[in-house]
């Protein structure tokens, strides 16, 4: 039996506290948080399904205690609600980039970090940043064909922008 711990971090703009089991996991705080976008898949860090945001950074979230990551800012997919995100959410419904939508709010996070770390990404290089995600419906192609869609519309609008300029 370990002692509760007193938490608080924000979660998705929220300032969230409580008490949690010192050997409760991040991805078991935010969803106890009400943060299920956060998928519990194999706990071992294997399928990326518990991936999040803690402090800018791509995060399994079953490989971290939540207790280290108390004071942290965390975003999951309900509060990702930038333009890389939310353009990857609709080329995802476009492009059928899921069927049962496991895999999705890890592997749309994922993408949106690769598109921010390069904007012209190749099919390459969408296929070795979702490495670390497993999916077991789609076969991988529509959901490399929804991140194009979305590097591809997101290099429009900023061509767009920049000719506005
Ligand atoms: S549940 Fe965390 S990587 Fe699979
Ligand atoms: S859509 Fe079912 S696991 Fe990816």
Redesign the pocket.
Request: positive net charge; proline residues 0%.
């Given at each position: 039996m370990t002692a509760p711990l007193q938490f608080e971090l924000t979660l998705n703009g929220a300032r969230c506290e409580g008490e949690i089991d010192s050997r409760s996991l991040l991805v078991d705080a935010v969803r106890t948080l009400g943060a299920t976008g956060a998928r519990i898949g194999c706990r071992t860090g294997d399928c990326g399904?518990c991936t999040i945001v803690v402090d800018g950074r791509l995060t399994k979230s079953c490989l971290v205690l939540a207790a280290s990551a108390a004071g942290s800012t965390v975003f999951t997919i309900e509060g990702s609600t930038d333009p890389v995100t939310t353009t990857l959410q609709q080329t995802f419904i476009d492009h059928k980039g899921?069927?049962?939508?496991?895999?999705?709010s890890g592997?749309i996070l994922t993408a949106a970090q690769a598109l921010r770390d390069k904007p012209d990404l190749t099919d390459d290089d969408i296929r070795r940043a979702l490495s670390g995600n497993?999916?077991?419906?789609?076969g991988y192609d529509d959901?490399v064909r929804a991140v194009r869609a979305a590097a591809d519309r997101l290099l429009e609008k900023r061509g767009n922008t920049a000719a506005k300029a």
């Open positions: 399904a899921f069927q049962c939508g496991f895999c999705t592997m497993l999916c077991r419906c789609t959901i």
